[in-house]
């Protein structure tokens, strides 16, 4: 087989036909391959095991036939190294302890250094290059700072975020001193990630949508920026995934990414109206219309794939992650559809 590089050049700026699509957690509890792996072994040991990791990485690309393969790791790995404690409680999501809430506990934090640290992460990475080769890129990720802040700050999943806004308002040199330690992290882990092989980055920003305008700036743009500009001159493409950003569009454009995410709360024709056409684009497909019939889900799409005519390219890609309920073979029919209708 040939290898398949529409992702890699759509990130570039090319319009391809099709159009390359990958879905975020596309390795997943939806497949039943992945949890015949996940039956033997819990999710950290998973991580943790490269031949277990570069397995169900490769799930999504033999099953569903998508463009790009993203490493199976999670954002909240390089903390352990830090000096955290990282568990994930069935239902309750992952916990983090202890909670980083003021110096005595930013003291006692590391920085990391990949190799030593994290080398599950970066032999994954190499298998995976070899295992893929002839097949499509693999793409690296990280947590946005911001993103990691609130699980660091808040000690897990929060409703509120009242704990890391609270630092914010009213300990703004620690949050900047917290925030600086994890950009420097997150930009040691990532350059090590290329290193090893990676061919594009996403960087995750989950929670960053939950600021002010104003906030953004200061407590999450700031450092995503400097993400950027470190890799910059690395030759792989960025992605900045702001969940729930509608209302940060002009602001995330001047994060230095080549590629926006978009959530599927704003449709690509509007973001554009903010963005201008001259901007490379990644969704956006509420990840719960896999619930559709198939000709519903069609129309969609379609939908979709139009708006994305009107950017200068298009990565299809839902947004969010794949949901566990979800069938297996729609998210492949979808897919299909996704090829089928860009060509
Ligand atoms: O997309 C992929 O296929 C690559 C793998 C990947 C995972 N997590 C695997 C995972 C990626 C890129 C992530 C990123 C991640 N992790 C984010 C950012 C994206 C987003 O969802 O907004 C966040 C916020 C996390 C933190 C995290 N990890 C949470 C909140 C949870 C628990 C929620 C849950 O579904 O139980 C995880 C666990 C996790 N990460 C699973 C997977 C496949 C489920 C683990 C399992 O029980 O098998």
Not at 7 to 25: D, H, N, Q, Y
Not at 260 to 265: M, P, Y
Request: charged residues 25%; contains cysteine; proline residues 6%.
């Amino acid at each position: 087989m040939a290898f398949n590089d529409i992702f890699l050049r759509a990130c570039r700026g090319e319009k391809t036909s099709p159009i390359p699509v990958w879905f975020m957690r596309q390795a997943g509890r939806y497949l039943p391959e992945y949890q015949e792996i996940r039956g033997k072994a819990d999710f950290l040991t998973m991580c943790k095991t490269p031949e277990l990791a570069a397995e169900v990485t490769l799930q999504p690309v033999e099953l569903l036939g998508v463009d790009a393969a993203i490493l199976f790791s999670d954002i909240l790995i390089p903390l352990e190294p830090m000096g955290i404690n990282l568990s994930f409680k069935e239902g309750k999501g992952p916990i983090i302890e202890p909670s980083v809430r003021s110096e005595r506990e930013l003291k006692a934090l590391k920085k990391i250094e990949p190799e030593r640290d994290v080398p599950f992460v970066l032999e994954t990475i190499r298998i995976l290059r070899r295992e893929l080769s002839d097949k499509v890129p693999l793409i690296g990720f990280a947590g946005a700072p911001f993103t990691l802040a609130t699980y660091l700050i808040e000690g897990g999943t929060t409703k509120s975020f009242v704990n890391i806004k609270e630092m914010l308002f009213s300990a703004p040199g620690l949050f900047r001193k917290v925030l600086d330690l994890i950009t420097e992290v997150t930009i040691s882990y990532l350059s090590a990630q290329i290193d090893a092989g990676v061919q594009a980055i996403q960087l995750f920003d989950t929670w960053a949508g939950i600021l002010t305008r104003h906030d953004f700036k200061d407590a999450a743009l700031t450092y995503a920026r400097r993400v950027f500009n470190s890799l910059k001159g690395r030759g792989v493409p960025l992605i900045y995934f702001v969940f729930n950003g509608g209302h940060l569009l002009d602001l995330i454009r001047q994060s230095g990414a080549d590629v926006i995410g978009l959530d599927w709360r704003t449709d690509i024709e509007t973001a554009l109206k903010v963005l201008g056409p001259d901007v490379i684009i990644q969704g956006n497909l509420d990840p719960c219309l896999l619930f559709l019939d198939e000709e519903r889900l069609r129309d969609r799409i379609l939908e979709i794939i139009y708006q994305g005519y009107g950017a200068k390219a298009h990565v299809f890609n839902l947004g969010h992650g794949v949901l566990p309920q979800i069938p297996p073979e729609k998210v492949r029919l979808a897919i299909e559809m996704i090829h089928d209708l860009s060509r």
